[in-house]
């Protein structure tokens, strides 16, 4: 059973970067896709970006394509969201999420509980 613990949100001014994690337990990132989704409020929930098993492959949303980039340190079994250029719009709960593959989100076998980011000045 995997376990996923998403850390890193907070405040940021527009313009600002940040950097979310996602510590992965009871499984290796070698063999797991890690998605990152977000959730505004008042709004459905979004796909982000994934990184397929060992980190060789990554997709983004047209929204945050060349701002936000997914990356793994298979030493730490740990994901992350880098996000740059933040805008109000970012403003959301992000999640990671966990499968075999790049799915989108109803597929997506394994959740953390989220963390907020708040884009605002």
């Known amino acids: 059973q995997l376990q996923l613990v998403e850390s890193g949100g907070g405040w940021v001014q527009p313009e600002g970067s940040l950097r979310l994690s996602c510590a992965v337990s009871?499984?290796?990132?070698?063999?797991?896709?890690i998605g990152w989704f977000r959730q505004a409020p008042g709004k459905e929930r979004e796909g982000v970006g994934c990184i397929s098993p060992g980190g060789r492959l990554t997709n983004y949303a047209d929204s945050v394509k060349g701002r936000f980039t997914i990356t793994i340190d298979n030493g730490k079994n740990t994901a992350y969201l880098s996000m740059r250029m933040l805008k109000a719009e970012d403003t959301a709960v992000y999640y990671c999420?966990?499968?075999?593959?790049?799915?989108?989100?109803?597929?997506?076998?394994?959740w953390g509980k989220g963390t907020l980011v708040t884009v605002s000045s």
């Open positions: 999420a966990a499968n075999p593959y790049c799915v989108g989100a109803n597929y997506m076998d394994y």
């Open positions: 009871g499984g290796t990132l070698d063999k797991y896709a």
